[in-house]
């Protein structure tokens, strides 16, 4: 089976403060994702690394940074958090085999910044 | 960017069957993916098309039409379990496999 860990289920921190948000795949997969989840806004995403110290922007980078310094760990970095970044994130990771890159996602952490 | 319309909530009896539609308005995709998210828990992979016509998974299917901009996911012989969000996405295996998402269908499930 594939597992797919986020570091923490709920988080809870203070607006201006540096979060640190970590994500771990165990299969060897070469794509890993960052999203975030909110009511009435579906699944956005804000990065995606499809190799080791490689990333891409995806559709809400802005507020957010990301690293990848091993295939198996993709982490999401908040500089600055801000209340508009309280939200559900999910990680997800994939193979880049064509027709198999099905994602497969982790528990998710629900961040609330104060 | 990518419009992808899925319908917000639907309703539907046990032991019937229900098809929830996703429209979308994007070019250059690889294929078309259907998740299912139960409350307060992560989106699992149901089901994915490449080419157009139907795929059949167990009481679950999905079809795809690339010239009408269509896809649909078809539940039969509901049960209450199935009550989660339907997720479609569509898939760009070039761009590092990534997945652009609708915002979801409510599906509830009532005796």
């Known amino acids: 089976d594939v597992k797919v860990t986020q570091s923490s289920r709920y988080l809870v921190k203070r607006t201006g403060e540096k979060v640190f948000l970590e994500c771990v795949q165990d299969m060897d997969h070469e794509n890993m994702f960052w999203y975030r989840q909110d009511p009435g806004l579906g699944l956005r995403l804000i990065y995606f690394?499809?190799?080791?110290?490689?990333?891409e922007k995806g559709d809400i980078p802005e507020g957010y940074s990301v690293s990848r310094e091993k295939k198996e760990r993709f982490s999401l970095i908040l500089e600055s958090a801000s209340t508009n970044q309280t939200s559900m994130y999910l990680c997800?990771?994939?193979?880049?085999?064509?027709?198999?890159?099905?994602?497969?996602f982790g528990p998710g952490t629900r961040l609330t910044v104060t | 960017g990518q419009n992808i319309d899925q319908p917000t909530e639907m309703t539907a009896t046990e032991g019937a069957i229900v098809q929830i539609n996703c429209t979308y308005q994007?070019?250059?995709?690889?294929?078309l993916f259907w998740y299912q998210q139960h409350a307060g828990e992560a989106p699992t992979f149901l089901s994915y098309n490449v080419l157009d016509g139907l795929e059949e998974k167990g009481r679950f299917s999905s079809f795809l039409s690339r010239s009408k901009g269509y896809s649909y996911l078809l539940l039969k012989e509901l049960q209450m379990k199935d009550s989660a969000s339907y997720l479609c996405?569509?898939?760009?295996?070039?761009?590092?496999?990534?997945?652009?998402f609708g915002q979801g269908t409510e599906l509830s499930v009532k005796p």
């Open positions: 994007t070019s250059g995709f690889n294929g």
């Open positions: 997800a990771s994939s193979t880049g085999t064509e027709n198999h890159y099905e994602q497969y």
């Open positions: 690394s499809y190799d080791v110290k490689m990333k």
């Open positions: 996405a569509v898939g760009f295996y070039n761009q590092g496999g990534k997945l652009i």
